[in-house]
């Protein structure tokens, strides 16, 4: 397992951007896919993105294509989560997860997870 830690979140206003960073310690970081997911309150948690562990392959939900953009650094043990034209629906805590998921968009297919980063979009 990895240790993952989130920063990056914040107030905006929409239509505005953030980019959350999710630092991991472990030599182990280059052998996971790394995810995205988030938690609106009274809300499930939800698929965000996940980039595969060579940055090869990147997947994301239906509600923030084309708008969200993950990426990640092997040799800086950090996953990135670039967000753009944000709107209020985004509001939510947003959290890293690591693990070797064979269905994406399963929260309990990852084996680690942040503590999660708090992003506000207001109207």
């Known amino acids: 397992q990895v240790q993952l830690v989130e920063s990056g979140g914040g107030l905006v206003q929409a239509g505005g951007s953030l980019r959350l960073s999710c630092a991991a310690s472990?030599?182990?970081?280059?052998?996971?896919?790394m995810g995205w997911f988030r938690q609106a309150p009274g809300k499930e948690r939800e698929f965000v993105a996940l980039?595969?562990?060579?940055?090869?392959?990147?997947y994301y939900g239906d509600s923030v294509k084309g708008r969200f953009t993950i990426s990640r650094d092997n040799a800086k043990n950090t996953v990135y989560l670039q967000m753009n034209s944000l709107k209020p629906e985004d509001t939510a805590v947003y959290y890293c997860?690591?693990?070797?998921?064979?269905?994406?968009?399963?929260?309990?297919?990852?084996?680690?997870w942040g503590q999660g980063t708090q992003v506000t979009v207001s109207s």
């Open positions: 997860a690591a693990g070797t998921p064979k269905v994406v968009r399963k929260a309990d297919e990852y084996d680690s």
């Open positions: 980039i595969s562990w060579n940055g090869l392959s990147t």
């Open positions: 472990g030599r182990t970081f280059a052998r996971y896919a």
